[in-house]
């Protein structure tokens, strides 16, 4: 199923959230990862690329693209307890998490929030 233009809407600012958590937390890298390892064939790119940079440079545009060509959204997400797990304890940590706890639902319940 589609997503609908409220769906996208609330998905792309919610994008822009985790991604201005990330800078906030200091989890935001200056350099972008090699092209061998952004091809990794691991889920989130395990084996070469630290979680918070997976997000950055996977998830985030991969993520944007859907948006931009009203693609079908995944229809699952746990990217939250992998965040648990995966990223070292700093402020500003958990309201990344829960931006992403915010996507992880979005997805499941496949609308937006009212």
Known sequence: MSPTHAQLHALADLLLAIEQAM???DF??????SP???ASRTP?????LAFSEWLQFVFIPR???LIEDNATLPGASAIAPLAEEALDE???KQTL?????RF???IADGEAPS
């Open 23 to 25: 800078r906030e937390a």
């Open 28 to 33: 935001w890298h200056a350099q972008v990862p």
């Open 36 to 38: 061998a390892a952004m």
């Open 44 to 48: 989130f790119c395990a084996d070469t």
């Open 63 to 65: 993520m944007r693209a």
């Open 90 to 92: 700093r402020r500003g």
């Open 97 to 101: 998490v829960d931006h992403l706890r």
């Open 104 to 106: 992880d639902r979005m």
